[in-house]
């Protein structure tokens, strides 16, 4: 799937993502990129990144890398665990996060996903998601 495709596809239907101003950047073999504001979308209390952005910015991207694994008419990919280290905190512009293989078997996917402060390049978290590829139930034709 190209990049415009992708973009096509999750353009479709409102999301979160959508909500979070989260745009999808580049895609090749190796990774999936996209990149979401610093701003009152995504920021807490104290006029900073929330980490549940960052969070939502990584399921994001982590999620889609893995559907672009699988044929989506016969599987699916599910998140099963994620987690996030907040290590530096953010109070404007964008964050851009790469999502890049851990593990791509049969049954699970890892993938890891830096995010980083798209001015000065400094890593802001790093996050690990955890899918499950599941298969889809065999479609039946209907009886005429």
Do not use: F
């Amino acid at each position: 799937m190209t990049l415009q495709e992708l973009q096509r596809w999750t353009a479709s239907r409102p999301t979160l993502a959508d909500a979070l101003g989260i745009e999808l950047t580049e895609i090749a073999d190796g990774y999936l990129e996209g990149r979401m504001p610093v701003d009152g979308r995504t920021h807490q209390p104290m006029g900073l990144l929330h980490g549940g952005a960052s969070v939502a910015l990584a399921e994001t991207l982590g999620s889609l890398a893995s559907s672009l694994r699988v044929d989506l008419t016969k599987q699916a990919c599910v998140g099963l665990e994620i987690n996030a280290n907040h290590l530096k905190g953010v109070r404007d512009g964008w964050v851009r996060g790469r999502a890049t293989p851990v593990h791509i078997g049969r049954s699970t996917q890892v993938w890891e996903i830096r995010i980083t402060h798209e001015e000065t390049g400094a890593l802001v978290c790093i996050s690990r998601i955890t899918m499950a590829v599941i298969d889809l139930p065999a479609r039946t034709a209907k009886p005429a």
